[in-house]
Structures are given as structure tokens and as C-alpha cells.
């Protein structure tokens, strides 16, 4: 049978959808500072395994815990840690260490082990908030039930506190330097676990519980009870004991804001850090509109966009409620731009999200700098 004279014609079109994708930030990137042998001073440097911060910084120093922290990070799951040497110890040391880290892309996760000072601590928790980052703060040394029994330093728990955690007590571990067992502080540890839940799990998830086991260590150097356990909770510190059959694991979700008495919106880790999360992705992923005109179009767009991923967080569990209505939602239309707000450049994105742990809808804003006359900017809120 011949083919027909004629064959119908075939015609491609591109038509663009309007939904602009938004890609997730890493999560579990963490940045150590701390003392060590070698290495550079005027940079953070990126290191991606235990030979590679040996390489660089010259391994375990018993003089410092940064090496340790570093080693305990990777051996419970940790991929990647921005290193700050100092070379001197102090406040202003590690104010001035933290500030290298303003060059790096992102940081997720900062510990400097084994600092318990509260002054220092509070400066240490109002750079993550401006980073968007999260502190894992050790108990001191020589921390007890009983000094702690009224929470932490009131100086840890302020405005900046939702944006860090406090753990308790120190973990034995083997000083390969030494040759013997001795206490080290937990934050290494913690570092790796957080990276750990986060790629395994999600970063939504709470880096406690039964699968909150930890690796290389040989137990927290103080036992505690389970009305200890309860009652240091209550006032924001996260414990970490031993269960027979599960090893070390982490016992507690709090935020150093997270005390019974705060009744904080920003209680527990794992919320706050999906916030932290979901605003630095958005914020990143939105930065297109800066040359674009402020109109329903372009709030059509966004809506589309952060809907979309949204709804991708939804489907991997990471909200309460069975459908996205009860999920989250997300406003960005005339309501929340008013006309103030376009003659400033600025568009406004509502999102609000329902945790996982029980409690009302988490609402996050965020604003970008759009095109206007005399130039565009850039503006994070």
C-alpha cells in the first residue's frame, strides 16, 4: 500500500508553563572551629572526609578538640565541614574565626567543641540567626544534674536561642593520640547525626530517639535516670544516655529556646531547622524576581513555584495533615502586596506549614527586591 501524496504536517510549539523549579539547599553542612597544628588562618576550608582534614590541618592535636570533633563528625555520617583554624583561644578569637565562614556558600551546622562560655555562646547563636545556620552548643566539662537542674545560662536562652541546642553530658571516647579513653564534648558527635537523619531521613526528622544511636564512643560519662532525663528537658537540655540493646543515643529535640516555661513556636530542632530550610531554599530559588515586574503575573508565578515545592515536602512526609490543605499554603497576591510595597520594590511570599510535632501552623515571609526605576536590589527578611 503506498504512502499517502500528502502526509499531515507535524508542528512543535514551546510554550513556557510559568513554574519556575525551586532545588532544596544542602542540609547538614557543618563548619568547626577550633584550634589546630596547621592549615590556613585567613579562610574557611572545605574538607569531605577524616584524610582530607588530616591533609590539611594535621589530624588529632591533644591540645585541642577540633581534631577529634572533626573525626567524630565523619564517623557518625557527617560528608562535609568548612574548618576555621585559630591559632589563639578567646572570645574574640572565635568572633573573628566565624566571620570566615561569611565567604562560604552555606552553613548549616556550627560547632565549636568544647566552648561552654554563655557570652560566647550568644554571640556564636546571633550569627547562625543571620546565617540561617544552626549551633550545636556543648554542656561544659564539668556539668552536672544538679548545675544544670534550672536550664542553661539564662545568657543561651534569649532571642537568638531557636537557632541552637544544647547537649548533655560528655561522651568517653578513645584518644588514639593516647591511646586511652577520655571525655570529649558532643557536639562532633551530634554534627554527624544531624547530617546523618538529614540525608537518610529528611532534615524534618528528629535527630533523637531510638535511631538517634551514635558511633564511637564508649557511653556519656554520667548515667541518668529517666525523672533526670525528664526534668533537664523541661528546661531545654537534651541528654544523651544509654539504652541496652541501642547503644548512646540522643535523648531530647530541644531548641535552647524550647524550655517548658518559653511555650515556643520554634520548641523543637527538627521544626526550626525545616524552617530554616524551607526559607533558605525559597529565598534562593525566588531570586529570578529582581528583574521582574511586580504584578499579579509574577505573583501567579511565585505561587506556582513555591506551591510546587511545597508540595514535593508533602509528599515526602515532612508535614502534618492528609491533604495539602492541611498542610501548608502559601499566599503571594494583592492581599499581601499592597501597593506600599510595590512603589518599595518588594514582594511579599506567605508560607505556613504544619510540623510534624504537635502545634499550630509555622508561617515564614519572604521578601525579594523587585525591578523598579533607578535599579533593583536585594533584600532578605
Not at 525545616?274 to 499579579?296: H, M
Request: net charge negative; charged share 15%.
Amino acid at each position: 500500500m503506498s504512502p499517502p501524496k500528502n502526509p499531515p504536517e507535524i508542528t512543535i510549539s514551546e510554550t513556557p508553563s510559568g513554574t519556575r523549579p525551586i532545588a532544596g539547599v544542602p542540609t547538614g553542612v557543618a563548619a568547626f572551629i577550633g584550634l589546630a597544628s596547621q592549615g590556613p588562618t585567613d579562610r574557611a576550608l572545605l574538607v569531605q572526609s577524616w584524610s582530607d582534614f588530616e591533609r590539611q590541618f594535621g589530624g588529632l592535636d591533644p591540645n585541642s578538640y577540633l581534631g577529634y570533633a572533626v573525626g567524630h563528625f565523619f564517623a557518625n555520617g557527617g560528608a562535609q565541614a568548612y574548618i576555621v583554624r585559630l591559632t589563639t583561644t578567646g572570645a574574640a578569637a572565635v568572633m573573628a574565626g566565624a566571620h570566615l565562614l561569611d565567604a562560604v556558600p552555606i552553613v548549616n551546622l556550627l560547632a565549636v567543641p568544647g566552648e561552654s562560655d554563655p557570652g560566647l555562646i550568644a554571640q556564636l547563636q546571633a550569627y547562625c540567626v543571620g546565617r540561617k545556620a544552626f549551633l550545636i552548643a556543648d554542656s561544659a566539662a564539668d556539668s552536672t544534674v544538679a548545675t544544670l537542674q534550672a536550664g542553661p545560662d539564662s545568657r543561651m536562652t534569649g532571642a537568638n536561642a531557636i537557632n541552637s541546642a544544647f547537649y548533655f553530658p560528655w561522651l568517653n571516647a578513645l584518644d588514639a593520640q593516647q591511646n586511652s579513653t577520655r571525655p570529649f564534648p558532643p557536639s562532633g558527635f551530634i554534627a554527624g547525626l544531624y547530617a546523618a537523619t538529614d540525608a537518610a531521613r529528611g532534615v524534618w526528622r528528629s535527630p533523637a530517639g531510638l535511631r538517634a544511636n551514635l558511633t564511637g564512643q564508649s557511653g556519656p560519662v554520667l548515667d541518668l535516670t529517666d525523672p533526670q532525663i525528664g526534668m533537664l528537658s523541661a528546661h531545654a537540655v537534651n541528654c544523651i544516655r544509654h539504652i541496652a540493646q541501642f547503644g548512646d543515643v540522643i535523648w531530647g529535640d530541644r531548641t535552647l529556646g524550647g524550655s517548658d516555661q518559653a511555650a515556643s513556636d520554634w520548641k523543637y530542632v527538627s521544626v526550626r531547622r525545616l524552617a530554616l530550610y524551607i526559607e533558605s531554599s525559597l529565598y534562593d530559588g525566588t531570586r529570578w524576581v529582581v528583574f521582574e515586574p511586580n504584578n499579579a503575573r509574577l505573583w501567579t508565578q511565585l505561587r506556582s513555584s513555591v506551591g510546587a515545592f511545597m508540595q514535593t515536602l508533602f509528599v515526602q512526609g515532612a508535614f502534618q495533615g492528609n491533604t495539602p490543605a492541611q498542610a501548608y499554603f502559601v499566599t503571594c497576591d494583592a492581599g499581601n502586596n499592597p501597593q506600599a510595597s510595590i512603589d518599595q520594590g518588594v514582594v511579599n511570599i506567605l508560607v505556613g506549614f504544619a510540623p510534624l510535632h504537635p502545634a499550630e501552623f509555622i508561617v515564614i515571609q519572604i521578601q525579594q527586591m523587585v525591578a523598579q526605576s533607578g535599579g533593583s536590589g536585594d533584600n532578605r527578611r
